[in-house]
């Protein structure tokens, strides 16, 4: 079974989209907005009833009833890390599995390639972050 990597584990990739895209809402939104991430759904107060949704941007019904409580960039940034998540998942499937090192990851905002041990990369945070400036790197190391 082909399986996606994110910092929580690994996933059948319709499941990793669905965890990933509630981990998206509760990193750019930690506050919770009017949701929470919990597990893979998003749970809160939306008109004064109580939610339970689960974050799949490809349902239009779903995915306006996330964005009714951001703003139009919020959702915008919502919907990109959710996006990038995907984009990343289908990476992990076509990569060439290796088994030292760190492995293919979504880390809740940035994909990272396969790294050998002793190897320090980076990359630059995500412009969906807020207050992110460009010259803002994120690292990953792995050492034997």
Not at 111 to 138: G, K
């Amino acid at each position: 079974m082909d399986l996606c990597r994110s910092r929580e584990g690994l996933f059948p990739p319709p499941v990793f989209n669905l965890h990933a895209c509630a981990d998206c809402y509760g990193y750019l939104y930690p506050s919770g907005k009017p949701l929470r991430s919990m597990l893979g759904v998003l749970v809160g107060q939306i008109r004064n009833v109580t939610e339970v949704i689960v974050p799949d941007i490809r349902n239009a019904s779903r995915r306006m009833l996330v964005c009714s409580g951001l703003n139009s960039d919020e959702c915008l940034r919502w919907t990109a890390c959710c996006l990038s998540a995907d984009v990343c998942c289908r990476e992990q499937l076509t990569a060439t599995r290796t088994k030292d090192g760190c492995p293919h990851t979504w880390d809740g905002f940035s994909c990272w390639s396969a790294t050998p041990h002793d190897r320090l990369v980076e990359q630059p945070c995500p412009t969906l972050i807020p207050h992110a400036l460009p010259t803002d790197v994120v690292l990953q190391v792995k050492y034997d």
